[in-house]
């Protein structure tokens, strides 16, 4: 069984660019959630989907979207890159249930260098 | 705004004590209070939940608790063994932002033979 994946694991962007990534999550989960975690830092929420939907958003900017899709795989969106976008990119999935009790499964990230 | 502050940022032990890890939380009241284990460059993995009518949680050779009234959780390892290094994330969630996930820095653990 196929835990949570994502795509890519590593990307070089430059300031202005768009990034797209993605995540599969695990068998069986329905809702994704989307994490920012800089060097040093711990992961920072950046917003939750069920059924479609965005369920809960986290103090980011709107050149943050995302969408998830009718196999509850989902993506990550992030317009006019900036340095301070560098980070790691985690994507979280659980059922609802779980998910609102804070037991999550992670993937490995994509790791985002924006120069 | 929620704070979490994990006591330290690196703590240093040797193989066989118990590593005790400090979570201390402000302007928030969680339901649920979580610990996560993160090796460099992976993603955190779940351990153990604890919720907020409870007061201790074990799991193998772990052990949380959880003082609603201190707003402390408490993380223990016994006979830590070198595999034990990792940071340790503790997480809150509950109320009204259910499904969100405040952490805090975490703690890098390293276990010496």
């Known amino acids: 069984d196929a835990g949570v994946t994502q795509s890519p694991t590593h990307l070089i962007k430059t300031r202005g660019q768009q990034v797209t990534l993605r995540c599969s999550p695990k068998s069986g989960h329905d809702t994704v959630s989307w994490y920012q975690q800089a060097l040093g830092q711990g992961p920072q929420f950046i917003f939750q989907?069920?059924?479609?939907?965005?369920?809960q958003r986290g103090n980011f900017p709107d050149r943050f979207s995302g969408h998830q899709f009718p196999n509850y795989s989902s993506e990550l969106n992030v317009n006019a890159l900036l340095l301070g976008d560098s980070a790691l990119y985690l994507c979280a999935s659980g059922t609802l249930d779980r998910a609102n009790t804070g037991e999550l499964f992670f993937g490995e990230g994509s790791r985002l260098t924006v120069l | 705004s929620q704070k979490i502050e994990q006591n330290s940022e690196a703590l240093n032990i040797q193989e066989g004590k118990t590593a005790t890890l400090t979570c201390n939380y402000t302007n928030y009241s969680p339901a649920y209070l979580q610990w996560y284990r993160q090796d460099p460059g992976r993603g955190p993995v779940f351990l153990l939940l604890i919720r907020e009518n409870e007061k201790e949680k074990r799991k193998e050779r772990l052990k949380v608790t959880f003082d609603t009234t201190l707003k402390q959780s408490l993380f223990h390892i016994t006979a830590s063994q070198p595999a034990d290094s990792a940071t340790y994330l503790c997480a809150l969630a509950g109320g009204s932002t259910l499904g969100r996930l405040y952490f805090g820095r975490g703690t890098q653990l390293t276990v010496w033979p």
């Open positions: 989907y069920y059924e479609e939907e965005e369920r």
